[in-house]
């Protein structure tokens, strides 16, 4: 049927129609807060790049983790930045480490909380490179033993979901096989199964402390244009008992975010990453863009393009919008 008997205009009329026909919605149950956590006490410090987002020392995670469960919002996400970085990043998987101790907390303090924990070790290491160095190169399989180990440990603390992001072959399958042979056969497994090598992530590595000494990651994040291999990687990971599959960044590869809903049953999450954040920061600040609307606009699309879950900085906040 064509114009005039077709009138899109017609349920666009008012807000109550508009309400009546949307397609996509936004509920705090969607959305996960990422932190950055610091030893110390009373420690909130603030990060340049990323305006209202702080490190922050155990204490103060409890006060803002608190805050954003009242909101509603069901996961939280720990980067931990540790007090000694070494050339393994071994206080990735000590007993005492960071995130360990910051999950027992949460978990103590705030238990309704799902507690995500990071399984990577470029804030460990003291080259900023995400696993073992031989002969300046990522070595895979080294780095795969030392995975299982910092799992192991995050594990033992209490973590309620693991999510690798280090992108090396065969990390999925080895934090299953070392996670199920210490009995946390029920722990679910969040992979990072589809990372670019994106300019996106530069405010993040201001926050975790986390910048490559030298060189970059282009030897195991992937090639921002390519989304055949995005699908392999994916498939990959989900042949290995991944639970949960995520894009990232979001907003450059909702293209991939889409082909990856449409081809896989399982939950899939993306992560909304510091530069895409930083962006509309600055332009809001500028006055250049309606900060909420573009915030919610840019949530709204990836919920669209076929996210279950969004990891966003803007996580409480909008969870309080929503709440209205
Ligand atoms: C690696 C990791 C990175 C991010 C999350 N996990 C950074 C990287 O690969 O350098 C980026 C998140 C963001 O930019 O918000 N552990």
Redesign the pocket.
């Known amino acids: 049927m064509d114009f005039p008997i077709t009138r899109l205009r017609r349920l666009r009329r008012t807000e109550t129609l508009r309400r009546m026909v949307r397609e996509t919605r936004l509920h705090p149950d969607h959305l996960i807060q990422?932190y950055f956590v610091i030893p110390g006490k009373d420690e909130k410090k603030p990060i340049s790049s990323m305006p209202g987002v702080f490190q922050l020392s155990i204490d103060h995670l409890v006060k803002e983790a608190q805050l954003s469960a009242e909101a509603g919002v069901p996961g939280v996400i720990l980067?931990g930045i540790p007090s000694k970085k070494d050339k393994e990043g071994s206080a990735a998987w000590s007993a005492d480490g960071i995130v360990q101790r910051a999950t027992k907390a949460l978990k103590d303090k705030v238990p309704g909380v799902a507690v995500i924990a990071?399984v990577?070790f470029?804030?460990y290491t003291d080259h900023g490179h995400?696993g073992v160095l031989v002969d300046g190169q990522v070595d895979n399989d080294e780095t795969l033993e030392n995975l299982g180990k910092q799992a192991i440990s995050l594990a033992e603390a209490g973590v309620d979901i693991v999510a690798p992001?280090?992108m090396m072959d065969g990390m999925v399958g080895a934090i299953r096989e070392a996670l199920d042979e210490n009995g946390h056969e029920q722990l679910p497994i969040m992979s990072?199964a589809v990372?670019f090598a994106s300019a996106?992530?530069g405010?993040?590595?201001e926050a975790?402390e986390?910048t490559p000494a030298f060189g970059d990651?282009k030897g195991y994040?992937m090639d921002p244009a390519n989304a055949r291999e995005a699908m392999r990687e994916a498939a990959l990971d989900a042949s290995e008992g991944a639970d949960i599959l995520m894009v990232?960044?979001a907003l450059a590869y909702l293209d991939v975010l889409s082909e990856l809903r449409e081809t896989f049953e399982h939950p899939v999450a993306a992560?909304n990453?510091?530069?895409e954040m930083a962006m509309i920061e600055a332009a809001a600040k500028n006055g250049w863009i309606d900060r909420e609307r573009a915030i919610l606009e840019t949530l709204t699309s990836i919920r669209r393009a076929g996210a279950d879950m969004i990891l966003t900085?803007w996580a409480t906040e909008v969870a309080r919008w929503l709440n209205k």
């Open positions: 990422p980067f990071d990577c470029c804030e995400c992001s280090g990072y990372k996106f992530y405010p993040f590595r975790a986390s990651r994040q990232k960044p992560y990453v510091s530069g900085y």
